[in-house]
């Protein structure tokens, strides 16, 4: 099983970038897939994900400007990322799981997005 996340670099504040992560050896449309981000010296947190079925979630604050789609077709999901800020300045990871979560939980290498003028 392989994720592997791209797209990350440095993007001015009120910027956009693009994440895309492909994944490899897994049944990809039945997983429910997910971006999370590590910000410097703080914990890991969930950015949005994206079920099976095509529902989201975000976190508050990303909402609005973030947006999580995929591609069974082609085992991508990608992260649209608008108006950014030095706030979201983080190594962002994609997940892939399903239950039962203690054998289907998978997980990128990071991109790093730094925003920064």
């Known amino acids: 099983v392989q994720l592997q996340a791209s797209g990350g670099g440095l993007v001015q504040p009120g910027g956009s970038l693009t994440l895309s992560c492909v994944a490899s050896?897994?049944?990809?449309?039945?997983?429910?897939l997910g971006w999370y981000r590590q910000p410097p010296g703080k914990q890991r947190e969930m950015v949005a994900t994206?079920?099976?079925?095509?529902?989201?979630i975000y976190a508050d604050s990303t909402k609005g400007r973030f947006t999580i789609a995929r591609d069974n077709a082609k085992n991508t999901v990608t992260l649209q990322m608008n108006s950014l800020t030095p706030e979201d300045t983080a190594v962002y990871s994609c997940?892939?799981?399903?239950?039962?979560?203690?054998?289907?939980?998978?997980w990128g290498q990071g991109t790093l997005v730094t925003v920064s003028s």
């Open positions: 997940n892939a799981v399903r239950p039962p979560i203690t054998r289907n939980d998978f």
């Open positions: 050896g897994i049944s990809f449309s039945i997983y429910t």
């Open positions: 994206i079920t099976s079925h095509g529902s989201t």
